[in-house]
């Protein structure tokens, strides 16, 4: 069974820009989420999909958005690029939602601003 | 304010030999407590999910301890390996709005 897939591994952009990382779950998973990992932060959610609803939302401002898709899968979108914004992103993916579900991890998008 | 706290923040220890990561919370009210194992450069992987009725759990050289009365949780390693340096984290799920809060993981470095 193929795990999470996220789309680029890397990915190196200016300030200003916009970027869009996908992630493909797990084969009958239902939920993603999104987050975003910090040295100096740790994991921080960004936000939780499940049949193309957003279910849960983290402190991140507007220019963080995502969306999912009829087949489960998700992009998500970052506008006006900071260099804050330089992270691992990764996404996960349950059957149902987080509960007490394991999730499963992609191995991320590297985020690198310039 | 949730919060979950880890110690120590790294730890070096020889190859062969036992440690016990330490993970404190304040999250209320309590649904599950998860500890992850997350290598350099991948995604983390779930080692244990512990509910409140829950004290231990194992999977394989890992045994997770929890105490919902103290609001306290342990990893322990036994025999470590070299393939065990990597970051883990606890996490801690709200019960009611699944709201998930994080530490910020505890760095294992193991040296032959």
């Known amino acids: 069974k193929a795990g999470v897939t996220q789309t680029p591994r890397y990915l190196i952009k200016t300030r200003g820009q916009q970027v869009t990382l996908s992630c493909s779950p797990i084969s009958g998973h239902r939920s993603v989420s999104w987050y975003q990992q910090t040295p100096g932060q740790g994991l921080q959610f960004l936000f939780e999909?499940?049949?193309?609803?957003?279910?849960n939302k983290g402190n991140f401002p507007g220019r963080f958005s995502g969306r999912q898709f009829s087949n489960s899968r998700s992009e998500m979108n970052v506008s006006t690029l900071e260099l804050g914004d330089s992270a691992l992103y990764l996404c996960?993916?349950?059957?149902?939602?987080?509960?007490?579900?394991?999730?499963?991890f992609g191995d991320g998008t590297r985020l690198s601003i310039l | 304010k949730n919060q979950v706290e880890q110690s120590p923040q790294s730890l070096i220890i020889l190859e062969g030999k036992n440690c016990t990561l330490q993970?404190?919370?304040?999250?209320?009210?309590?649904?599950?407590l998860r500890w992850y194992k997350q290598d350099t450069g991948r995604g983390p992987v779930s080692l244990t999910i512990?509910?409140?009725?829950?004290n231990t759990k194992s999977n394989g050289r890992y045994t997770a301890t929890l105490d919902a009365d103290t609001k306290q949780s342990s990893l322990h390693i036994t025999a470590s390996q070299l393939s065990d340096s990597a970051s883990y984290i606890c996490v801690v799920t709200n019960f009611g709005n699944e709201k998930l809060t994080f530490g910020t993981g505890t760095r294992l470095t193991i040296i032959p």
């Open positions: 993970c404190n919370y304040t999250v209320s009210p309590f649904s599950n």
């Open positions: 996960a993916s349950s059957l149902a939602g987080t509960s007490n579900q394991p999730q499963h």
């Open positions: 999909y499940f049949s193309e609803t957003q279910r």
């Open positions: 512990m509910t409140f009725s829950e």
